[in-house]
């Protein structure tokens, strides 16, 4: 399986409301996409998540999800 790092830019002002749908309805990832580990740095609004998945295009379906709060970047690691 490929890992990924996943770098989410919060939107200004989203952060909290992000949260509060993550707390009440969890990643929301679809099937074949997993979650290894993850770091936030609050005070930049950026959260960094290691993941994996054997199919890329599972990464687009999972940040539609979360654009109207997040700014994706997608960097696949060798």
Same mark, same amino acid.
């Given at each position: ?11 200004? #002002? ?11 309805? #969890?990643?929301? +990832?679809?099937? #074949? ?29 999972? +940040?539609?999800?979360?654009?109207? +709060?997040?700014? +994706? ?6």
């Amino acid at each position: 399986m490929k890992k990924y790092m996943v770098v989410e830019n919060f939107k200004p #002002g989203l952060m909290e409301e992000n949260y509060k749908i993550y707390n009440a309805k #969890g990643r929301q +990832f679809p099937e #074949g996409l997993y979650y290894l580990n993850s770091w936030i740095n609050a005070e930049k609004n950026i959260c960094f998540q290691l993941m994996e998945s054997n199919d890329p295009a599972l990464f687009q379906e999972w +940040f539609k999800k979360w654009e109207q +709060f997040v700014d +994706f970047e997608l960097y696949p690691i060798d």
